[in-house]
C-alpha cells in the first residue's frame, strides 16, 4: 500500500498524515513524498516551520524545483519580526487558499512541516475547521501533514487523526536503515483498510518495500520459539495414544442410544403395563372442546 501511495499519491479531497515519534522521524518519508508529487508533475507548497528551505529541499531533484513552493515560517514563525513570509497566527483557510494561487492549473498539494508546530501554537479545533476546508474548498487536491505523536495528548492526535483519509504511523525497523510503516486508509465507501510494512528510504528519496511486517517477524524469530511445544513441561498428558483414541472412539456415551436400546424402550414386551381411562356418567368431557370444564 506504501508503493501505492507514492505512485498515485493521495486521493483528490484527501488528507495524508505521517505519524513518527522521537525515536524514528518521518520527515525523510515526507520527501519521498514530495519528491514523488513533483514526478507527477503537480505543483507543491510546503508550509516549513521546522526545517529551512535549504534542508528541505536537500537531496530532492533540482528540476523541479519550479513547482516546488516552500513558504517560509521557519525564520520567524511567531511573527517577532514584521518582514517574515508566512506565521503561525496566519494558518487559516483563507490564507493558505491566498497562498497556494499560482498561475498554473496543475492539480496542488499542500505539506505542512510540521502539524505539531501548528497544534503548539494554535487550538486545536482551529486546526482542525481549517484542514476540514481545505479539504472541501478545493483550493489543494491533497493535503499531508507530518504529526510528532509525542508531543501531544492522546486526544489530540486522535481527533486530528479522525479527519485523516490515510494514516502512516512509522516506527524504527529490527535493522538500522528500515523501519515499519502501519498504514489505516479509509476509502470513500467508509470502508477501512489497513496494512503494515517493512521499509528503507534510498539517497534519492525513493521508498523500497522490504516486505510485510508479519513475513518480518516470522523470518526473524527465534528456531526454539517457531517449535515450541506448550503442553510440553505440564504435570498431566493432554495427547492421547493411537490405542487410548481407538478405545475411546469405541466407548458408549450414556446420553446415547444404540438401535437395540431404541428398541426396547419404544416397543412394549410382555408384562409390560398400560392406563386404560374410561369415563363414566359424572364426566362433562367434550372430545371437541376438552377444555371447555376449565375456568379460562
Known amino acids: ?19 513518527d515519534c522521537a525515536s524514528y522521524s518521518g520527515r525523510r518519508l515526507l520527501k519521498s513524498l514530495i519528491n514523488s508529487a513533483l514526478h507527477r508533475e503537480e505543483e507543491v507548497h510546503v508550509l516549513g516551520f521546522e526545517v529551512s528551505e535549504e ?13 516546488l513552493h516552500f513558504h517560509n ?42 502539524l505539531s508546530w501548528v497544534l503548539r501554537h494554535v487550538k486545536c479545533p482551529t486546526v482542525c475547521r481549517t484542514l476540514h476546508q481545505l ?42 536503515d528500515e523501519a515499519v510503516a502501519k498504514i489505516t486508509k479509509r476509502l470513500k465507501s467508509g470502508k477501512v483498510i489497513q496494512d503494515e510494512e517493512v521499509f528503507s528510504i534510498q539517497e534519492d528519496f525513493t521508498v523500497a518495500l522490504q516486505c510485510r511486517a508479519n513475513q518480518s517477524r516470522s523470518k526473524h524469530a527465534e528456531p ?15 495427547r492421547l495414544s493411537d490405542s487410548e483414541r481407538e478405545a475411546k472412539e469405541k466407548l458408549a456415551l450414556p446420553f446415547m442410544f444404540s438401535k437395540e436400546k ?35
Open 73 to 114: 515560517a521557519y525564520a520567524d514563525p511567531l511573527g517577532w519580526n514584521d518582514n517574515t513570509p508566512f506565521t503561525v497566527h496566519r494558518f487559516c483557510a483563507e490564507e493558505l487558499t491566498r497562498l497556494m494561487r499560482t498561475p498554473h492549473s496543475k492539480p496542488t498539494t499542500l505539506v505542512i512541516d510540521s
Open 262 to 296: 431404541k428398541t426396547a424402550l419404544l416397543c412394549s414386551g410382555p408384562g409390560s403395563g398400560q392406563i386404560v381411562y374410561e369415563p363414566d356418567a359424572n364426566d362433562d368431557y367434550d372430545e371437541e372442546d376438552p377444555d371447555d370444564d376449565l375456568d379460562v
Open 224 to 238: 526454539g520459539e517457531q517449535e515450541m511445544d506448550p503442553a510440553a513441561n505440564l504435570t498431566f498428558n493432554l
Open 135 to 176: 479539504r472541501k474548498g478545493g483550493a489543494a487536491r491533497a493535503v499531508v501533514g507530518l504529526l510528532h505523536t509525542d508531543m501531544h495528548q492522546r486526544g489530540t492526535v486522535g481527533s486530528v487523526g479522525h479527519l485523516a483519509t490515510c494514516v502512516i504511523t512509522v516506527s524504527p525497523g529490527t535493522k538500522a
Open 55 to 67: 534542508e528541505l529541499k536537500d537531496g530532492l531533484k533540482i528540476t523541479h524545483n519550479q513547482r
Open 1 to 19: 500500500m506504501l508503493t501505492e501511495l507514492l505512485q498515485q499519491g493521495v486521493d483528490s479531497g484527501g488528507f495524508l498524515i505521517i505519524q
